[in-house]
């Protein structure tokens, strides 16, 4: 058991390309850290730099308070689980789950007891006399985890485990990854471009972009105030709606709708707006009104999305189910629930949305 | 458990072997397009060979004049020459020599060119080389290095003490020819391993890697037994290699001799038939080769195979 620290951390290839630029995350004991981002971002290579795969070109890594930077893959103490498994496809099950622990010269009782233990608690015990192409995806996922937990690591580092398997299976095994996380206690990075997997695992969230971090948080902090017009069309489905307005006074303009602002305005002259599909709803009598024209409908089940036009933008809603929609709807959203970010750099202005987030952070706490 | 197994990814990275069925429209048109590689073999392959299985049952004169049927004579015969027996021997030494250096290089050298990021190229090309070299230049390439009076082997091998006269002592004559056969065979082995180490998923390695487990006890316990295909077809092709394409190098290098010491069956072949003009005994001996080549392949077939990993 160990924290992970990351300081400074930058992958420079031949050429001066900067795939990881100057990247710090603190990982305490335990805590199960999600690296997010669009392919190319640089969070598998960050990753692999934490594993010993990559060189670090700058910066320093450090598991459990030791700096690894120099030390080969097999002595950071870390365990990895490969999109592809990875499984030796010539050995079983058996010797899959028990190779680390050979190599390492672990007496042979204890690697029956371990690869038992381990094999117990993934529900694998029946297939360890196979080999890995007589598996299922879900069976092969479950060894290659098996053989990251049976060596007992200070840190589990995941590579977009689940993106080879089908989207029921992907549910069922992502339950399984956190359950087994909390239950070992084990400090863990998780790579994925998928912001569901990333919102679901996560203890905290790493956003990152073109090798930069946009934003660290818990998965509510991320989503409700998230820190960029980047992180707010990246983090939940559908994606949080920005739209151009321009603040004058006291007045939000978005398209045709005037929206009065309560208090002092967060800024002046041209903004993007960013309000999230279920913050809006119809306008009751007297409220001020988005205009919308209805361009279509996604009926979604337990949520229907209902796709339009404000002024010249696009603005998508979520709408109870219940209701008939006609060519037009009148929208309104709560004032604090209105996203501000700069127009020039997309970077958030203001906290905007203190309420909600107060609100996430006393739900986590309590979960 | 488990979702549906044909939704499976291929997790050795190798994709299945989807063939690719093609509908002629016209029935004769196949045929069409097989039959010049069918003449080919036809006129040059079979027809011979079924010469040969022909006139190793008959005794004929020297210039074709008479033949007689005299059955099972020449086979008889050849198991009662102590020179055959001995070239029988002898032929095993030299397979196993050459097949074993020649795939020991081989997969040497492709291991270190698997290590090689940019450089690779480069080493490929040049190890590729001496499969291009005719095989009587390579036999003659190595006959000058170890010529006893002129080459330059000779001369840094009596520095060290030893006395290198191929032409009159056997062994050396047959490690010339050991040498100079294995060396055009590696380059092929080499070319096959590279490709089958190139094939091995990189993720493996670094699993293998944070595994503890350094790089040369990868390569014994990953690399090697996933290249065992290659390694078991490779087997089959050097054996064959040996038995039946040596010809020209020991024709160039030693002639068979000194005192027949290189003669390999392949090599009596042709001295008691195009030679000796012993035309029965030559064939039965051909015969008796690719008896003996079919017998080993299909042995490695039926007990190698299995330990095969596919």
Sequence with gaps: ?367 | MAGPPFLCPDQSGRGSMDTKKTTFNNRLLPYLLLAPQLFITLVFFIWPAAQAVKSSFEREDPFGLSTAFVGLLHYQRLFEDPNYLDALSRTAVFAVSVTALSMLLGLAFAASVDRLVRSGKVYTTLLVWPYAVAPVVAGVLWWFLFNSSTGLMPFFLEKIGIDWDHDLNGTQAMILIIIAAAWKQVSYNFLFFLAGLQSVPQSLMEAAAIDGSGPVKRFFNISLPLLSPTTFFLFIINVNYTMFDTFPIVDATTVGGPAQATTTLVYKVYQDGYLGLNLGSSSAQSVLLMLIVMVLTFVQFRYVERRVQY
């Excluded at chain 1, 709560?334 to 202005?349: E, P």
């Design chain 1, 1 to 367: 058991m160990a924290g992970i620290k990351i300081a400074g951390v930058s992958k420079i290839y031949a050429g001066g390309v900067k795939a990881v630029n100057s990247v710090s995350i603190d990982i305490a004991d335990g805590e199960f850290i999600v690296l997010v981002g669009p392919s190319g971002c640089g969070k598998s290579t960050l990753l692999r730099m934490v594993a010993g795969l990559e060189a670090i070109s700058e910066g320093e890594v450090s598991i459990g308070g030791k700096v690894v930077n120099r030390m080969e893959p097999a002595e950071r103490d870390i365990a990895m689980v490969f999109q592809n498994y990875a499984l030796y496809p010539h050995m079983t099950v058996y010797q899959n789950l028990a190779y680390g622990l050979k190599n390492r010269g672990t007496p042979k009782a204890e690697i029956d007891a371990r690869v038992a233990e381990a094999a117990r608690m993934l529900e694998i015990t029946q297939y360890l006399e196979r080999k890995p192409r007589a598996l299922s995806g879900g069976q092969r996922q479950r060894v290659a985890m098996g053989r990251a937990i049976v060596r007992k690591p200070a840190a589990f580092l995941f590579d977009e485990p689940l993106s080879n398997l089908d989207a029921k299976l992907r549910v069922s095994m992502r339950g399984e990854i956190k359950r087994l996380q909390r239950r070992l206690g084990t400090t863990s990075i998780y790579v994925t471009h998928d912001q569901l997997e990333a919102m679901t695992l996560a203890d905290r969230l790493v956003v990152l972009n073109g090798g930069r971090i946009e934003q660290i948080g818990s998965p509510l902090e991320v989503y409700h105030a998230p820190a960029s017009t980047f992180v707010a069309s990246f983090i939940g489905s559908p994606a949080m709606n920005l739209v151009a307005g321009e603040i004058h006074g006291n007045r939000l303009a978005i398209g045709p709708a005037l929206i009065d602002l309560a208090g002092a305005p967060p800024a002046s002259g041209a903004v993007t707006v960013g309000l999230r599909a279920e913050d809006l709803r119809l306008a009751h009598e007297g409220e001020t009104v988005l205009p919308m024209t209805v361009d279509y409908v996604e009926e979604l089940g337990a949520q229907r999305l209902v796709h339009g036009l404000v002024g010249d933008q696009m603005l998508t809603a979520s709408m109870p189910t219940d209701m008939v929609i006609g060519e037009s709807l009148s929208l309104t959203i709560d004032q604090d629930r209105l996203h501000f970010f700069s127009a020039s750099d997309g970077k958030r202005i203001g906290s905007g949305t203190n309420v909600a987030t107060d609100k996430t952070t006393a739900a986590v706490e309590t979960a």
